[in-house]
């Protein structure tokens, strides 16, 4: 699969939960002007990433993102923006605002069921 | 806000219910070599859409859905979509085997709360 530029891109899409209580902190640490590891997604060749919110009928918070993943290597490229002290320390204040699927570490990966470019 | 092109593009998430029952019917419809309204929806702006699945914590399925608005008339070319007759028949399809969310009449669309480029 190839983006408009011939580029390959492999379109993952997550879930996670998300803490009442960390809303409007979830949202400030987002927020547009907010440097965060923006620039450490590009590195890894992590692309077009957005992150939605959701309340559903079991009356909890859920994020929704997604990203486009231009490397060649997803496994090595996440290990790799994993062991980025500054992605660390950003995980230190994003993970206690976030609640895991049962069974999960982090973000859970969707079964990709469609795409139409 | 604009993609890699220059052109100024809308994305937008939803979600949606998906009936157990309906799992094999539904990634059937989406497969990629089923034409379905793909040709609508490049006709009427969205572009890059994607939808994934995944059963949650309250043991339902669902489905988000994400996509790229690159018109200037989100609600004008939406109305527009709706109004084609083959995508009236394709909701005829598809819509038996969702669930909205309550008060929804369709997919809910959620609050984007982080884009990285």
Redesign the interface.
């Known amino acids: 699969m190839t983006?408009?530029?011939g580029t390959k891109v492999q379109?993952i899409?997550m879930?996670i939960?998300l803490r009442d209580e960390a809303v409007e902190d979830?949202?400030r640490l987002?927020a547009?002007d907010e440097p965060g590891v923006?620039d450490l997604?590009?590195k890894h060749h992590l692309?077009?990433?957005?992150?939605?919110?959701?309340r559903?009928?079991?009356g909890?918070l859920?994020?929704?993102g997604?990203y486009e993943y231009t490397g060649d290597d997803l496994e090595g490229d996440l290990a790799a923006l994993d062991a980025e002290p500054r992605n660390r320390a950003w995980l230190a204040r994003c993970d206690p605002m976030q609640v895991p699927?049962?069974g999960a570490a982090g973000w859970?990966v969707?079964?990709?069921?469609?795409?139409?470019?």
Do not use: K
């Open positions: 983006n408009a530029e379109r899409g879930v939960g979830y949202r987002h547009d923006r997604l590009q692309r077009n990433f957005s992150i939605f919110m959701q559903l009928p079991d909890r859920y994020e929704f997604y699927l049962p859970t969707m079964e990709p069921v469609y795409h139409n470019p």
